[in-house]
């Protein structure tokens, strides 16, 4: 027999003998004389029934070598039971079936029994015999049907047991379920603790596209391909369960790290014809902590505190739940509480970086970067830009920074000073405001400062759908004459339509895209520079290149036509009483 047994249900092997024997029968059956078929019969069949309910565990080879036994005294050949699934099953021969017994010879069937489960699931049992054998007497009859009957109410209710089990830690597409997950916290909380251990929950990005592109049925086999790969990644000593939809729940030990964060940040699942998927994930993770009172609730807690960040957080999709992070949590939310206070005392202001000419060495225009003033100290924009672009408070700043430079332009005017160009960066947050532009004429007009002499930078963006909101954002800024540029390009994965598309008035090429050494005409970042240069220029744009820190990098730039240079060999950021003395100079040394 292949019975399949719940995992529930402890195994114990155990030798024959009458201590398998309920205590009624044992003196019993103790007086039979071992000669007697009778008691013989007798004896099997209470030792089959106890070892069919048996506490403490099914044994199948004991039930198997009973049965065998049994099948001997009776004279039977074979013994076949057939387990159909339901109904259609039946009708069409699909079935499990077990044979207990078989010698192999050539035999008939004698008898068949049938029975249908309370699940509708339905199991037959048949024996058979050699035609050569005289048939049955009564009383053989009798026992066969008593053996059988206790065999198919025995199949039946593993099967029962099986299907419970299936329905109760699996989900209707065969994923373990959020029970199975729980049952396996606690026993291995009970077990070996969770020393070593990783917990995660993840959730397949945009999961929907694929569904959409490739439809739901191709759709079902990439989500299990990858459910598969990665719990082959996880192997043994973890695992892995669907807590619903695209959104799954894992454990591994530590040194899976690596291989399970690379797996979930970005795998290509191949569809049943071949072609590649791209599946990324946002993925909370939280390394147990060794301590052997930790419980599984505050495991969940955990992870599904990462994974809140994960999804929310905008800038990282994958975030471990440790101390650090737990840090960087706690002073996000510092910034936030007190950023509104902040921006009603005028605590942010902008530092303005000089843009040189490197041909003439004349001061052309500025960034203007925003700086907090607090309690005594400068804070970088590093620490509170991000922890702002997670809401929508970046907008606010923004709006802040424009105003903030238009105050400092009209006085700069009104002192009788030149004025150049300035720029401010707008977060990507401000994409969906379809009033941005007059937005920001209310403001600039408000200072009468023309419109030319502000610029606006927006960084590079990654998806088709903000392309388009992009084009229109910066079309409608271009119609009312404001400046428009694409700061930090080169570092993103967006493509040359970003330049194609959008109409643009300059570009500003990422410091990482800027070679070191102006003798090495070769390598491939200075063949890169030069002609994301010329390209720049024979489409009539405007080029400034970031991170001009040494006099090579001017080099650079003057053998590549790159007229507009920013960065620390000029200047750094500078406040804005600094700044004024350079726009009254309006000249940099060269070389
Ligand atoms: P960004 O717009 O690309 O600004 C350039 C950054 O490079 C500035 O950092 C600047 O100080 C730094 N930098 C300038 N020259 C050099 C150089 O020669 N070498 C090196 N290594 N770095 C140089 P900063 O001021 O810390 O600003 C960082 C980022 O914060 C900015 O990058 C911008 O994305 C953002 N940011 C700053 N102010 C604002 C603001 O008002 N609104 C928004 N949305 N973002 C802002
Ligand atoms: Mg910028
Ligand atoms: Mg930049």
Redesign the pocket.
């Known amino acids: 027999m292949n019975y399949k047994e719940p995992e529930s249900i402890g195994k114990k092997p155990r030798e024959i003998g009458t201590d398998a024997i309920e205590p009624v029968y044992a003196e019993a059956l103790a007086k039979f004389d071992s000669d007697d078929k009778d008691a013989q019969f007798y004896k099997l069949y209470s030792q089959l029934g106890s070892a069919i309910t048996d506490i403490n565990g099914i044994d199948v080879g004991l039930i198997e070598n009973l049965l065998i036994k049994i099948c001997l005294l009776l004279r039977l050949s074979k013994a076949a039971t057939k387990v159909y699934k339901n109904q259609q099953d039946e009708e069409a021969g699909i079935c499990e079936t077990l044979s207990c017994y078989d010698n192999g010879k050539e035999c008939v069937p004698i008898s068949t029994l049938r029975l249908v489960t309370s699940i509708m699931s339905i199991a037959t049992i048949t024996a058979y015999m050699s035609p050569d054998e005289p048939p049955l007497t009564e009383d053989e009859k009798q026992k066969v049907d008593l053996v059988m009957r206790t065999i198919l109410s025995f199949v039946s209710r593993n099967r029962l047991q099986n299907a419970v089990y299936e329905l109760a830690y699996f989900d209707e597409a065969g994923y373990p379920n959020l029970r199975s997950w729980k049952t396996y916290l606690f026993k291995s909380a009970a077990e070996n603790g969770f020393h070593g251990k990783l917990a995660f929950r993840y959730n397949l990005r945009h999961f929907s596209l694929i569904n959409q592109e490739f439809g739901r049925e191709i759709g079902t086999v990439v989500m299990k391909s990858h459910f598969d790969s990665l719990k082959e990644i996880i192997g043994e000593n973890g695992y892995l369960a669907r807590l619903g939809g695209d959104n799954f729940l894992g454990m591994c030990t530590t040194d899976k790290t690596r291989a399970v964060v690379d797996y979930l940040t970005q795998t290509e699942v191949r569809t049943p014809k071949g072609i590649g998927v791209n599946i990324s994930t946002s993925a909370g993770f939280y390394r147990v902590p060794d301590n052997p009172d930790i419980v599984a609730d505050e495991i969940m807690g955990s992870i599904i505190n990462a994974y809140r960040v994960a999804q929310n957080g905008g800038m990282d999709s994958i975030v471990f739940y440790d101390e650090s992070f737990l840090e960087k949590k706690g002073r996000a939310m510092k910034i936030q509480q007190m950023f509104p206070e902040a921006l009603e005392k005028n605590e942010?202001r902008?530092?303005y970086?000089p843009k040189v000419n490197v041909m003439n060495g004349r001061l052309v225009g500025a960034?203007?970067?925003?700086?907090w003033y607090h309690a005594g100290k400068v804070i970088?924009?590093?620490e509170f830009?991000p922890v702002?672009?997670q809401t929508s408070e970046?907008c606010r700043?923004?709006f802040a920074?424009l105003e903030g430079v238009c105050r400092d332009m009209r006085r700069w005017a009104d002192e009788g000073k030149q004025l150049i160009r300035v720029s401010?960066?707008?977060?990507r947050k401000h994409i969906l405001n379809t009033y941005l532009a007059e937005t920001i004429a209310e403001i600039v007009d408000r200072y009468s400062i023309p419109h030319y002499l502000i610029e606006i930078?927006f960084?590079e963006t990654t998806s088709e759908v903000e392309l388009s909101d992009l084009k229109r954002m910066v079309t409608s800024l271009r119609e009312l004459d404001f400046s428009v540029s694409i700061?930090?390009f080169g570092i993103g994965y967006s493509s040359l339509n970003i330049i194609k598309d959008v109409p643009w008035t300059t570009i500003?090429i990422?410091?990482d895209f800027l070679p070191d050494n102006p003798d090495d005409r070769q390598s491939v970042s200075s063949v890169m520079f030069r002609h994301v240069v010329s390209m720049t220029r024979q489409l009539g744009l405007e080029c400034i290149s970031?991170?001009?820190?040494t006099q090579q990098h001017v080099m650079v730039l003057c053998n590549s036509g790159c007229d507009i240079a920013?960065?620390?060999?000029f200047d750094?950021?500078l406040p804005v009483e600094e700044f004024e003395l350079k726009l009254i100079l309006g000249k940099y040394e060269i070389m």
Do not use: H, W
Not at 367 to 371: F, K, P, S, V, W
Not at 546 to 549: L, P, T
Not at 566 to 569: K, N, P, T, V
């Open positions: 942010f902008p530092f970086q960034e203007a970067l925003c700086r970088p924009p590093v830009i702002l672009e970046i700043l923004d920074m401010i960066n707008f977060s930078e960084t700061d930090d500003k990422d410091k970031e991170g001009v820190e920013q960065g620390y060999y750094k950021p």
